[in-house]
């Protein structure tokens, strides 16, 4: 499976919930699969979008929250799975789509395949983690979260490859007001 | 009206505020401050006034964050910064970024305004000010005590 597949799979089940999605091609692979005023492109800040996703969980405690997250991204801010699962948000989901690879920067490896960021997020206290490498799994799992409090993590092993869409035409500004307007 | 989120990482500087926040159960600590920026950001986006402490190690850290995500998206937050190095005599891992966070500051066109026992309060209102008008600001307090 690959990103776009495993995205496209997991934006047709959730609707309209929230999207936090982290830089480089996943927020690309976001913006080319299904634009919508609830997704919020971090388009720097590399690391920070399950941050940034913690801070929306704590104030918005009636939407469900979802991250869509890189293992080159958690990597770079493993601190913050401390943190989430310190604070344990019930309506947090946290999507890594691992690819074992910056493929945004031309596919360098990371580490993620030498260690096990799954386990890692039990031990931080998240509620259930999911580790996933079919599309049939996902499915099971993308109707099983509905039912069970965060924060939930799910873990899906993805090859690299597939055709890269366009950049995110919207201007920054603009991402933040409909998103903002989407929360009121 | 005021600042309803506290999030950061401590500093001695300003140990007497977090102690404050911690009786008042309004601080979250963070691994990093980059992590409180980006925690603050999503509390900033759900409409809550969010301010994030560090000392100015913390804030050398965070450049980037501030130009990619607070200033490129112009989140709303106020930077409680503590100034080590400020004094001559501060410890000398502090000496260097004492010296240049003045200018960093103004490099990165952060509105500030330091701290002392007489404008505090006038200050404070500024930044909540700033704050409510959808600006990013900074409030630095001096380390003017050697322990």
Redesign the interface.
């Known amino acids: 499976m690959i990103r776009k597949q495993a995205m496209k799979q997991i934006v047709n089940s959730v609707d309209t919930e929230i999207i ?1 999605s982290a830089n480089g091609y996943i927020s690309r692979d976001l913006f080319n699969v299904k634009d919508q005023q609830e997704n ?1 492109y ?4 590399m ?14 405690p009636k939407k469900q929250i979802f991250v869509f997250d890189g293992d080159g991204n958690i990597l770079m ?1 493993l ?2 799975l ?2 989430i699962g310190s ?1 344990r948000p019930k309506n947090f989901v946290h999507v890594i789509f691992d690819n074992s690879s910056h493929e945004s920067t031309g596919g360098q490896p990371t580490n993620s395949n030498l260690v096990k960021i799954d386990e890692i997020a039990k031990d931080c206290n998240y509620n259930k983690v999911f580790l996933i490498k079919t599309n049939i799994e996902l499915k099971k799992i993308l109707l099983k979260i509905k039912k069970i409090d965060g924060p939930i993590m799910i873990l899906i092993k993805i090859k690299k490859g597939g055709n890269i869409g366009n950049r995110i035409s919207i201007k ?2 603009k ?2 007001e409909r ?2 307007n989407t ?2 | 009206m005021g600042i309803k989120n506290f999030v950061g990482v401590p500093d001695s500087t300003m140990k007497h505020f977090i102690e404050e926040g911690i009786v008042k159960k309004k601080i979250i600590f963070t691994t990093r401050e980059e992590e409180a920026i980006g925690i603050c950001t999503g509390m900033a986006l759900s409409g809550e006034p969010s301010l994030v402490f560090m000392q100015n190690a913390g804030f050398a850290n965070s450049l980037s964050t501030i130009t990619s995500l607070v200033e490129l998206y112009k989140i709303p937050l106020v930077l409680l910064i503590g100034w080590r190095g400020f004094l001559k005599n501060d410890a000398p891992e502090h000496e260097k970024i004492g010296k240049i966070q003045p200018e960093l500051i103004k490099s990165l066109d952060i509105s500030s305004r330091i701290l002392d026992e007489n404008n505090w309060e006038k200050n404070c209102v500024w930044a909540i000010k700033n704050n409510s008008q959808g600006k990013l600001c900074a409030l630095i307090m001096k380390r003017d005590f050697v322990d």
């Open positions: 936090v919020f971090m388009i720097g800040s690391g920070l979008a399950s941050s940034i996703g913690l801070g929306l969980a704590m104030k918005n801010n601190g913050s401390t943190t604070i920054p500004e991402i933040k998103f903002m929360l009121k």
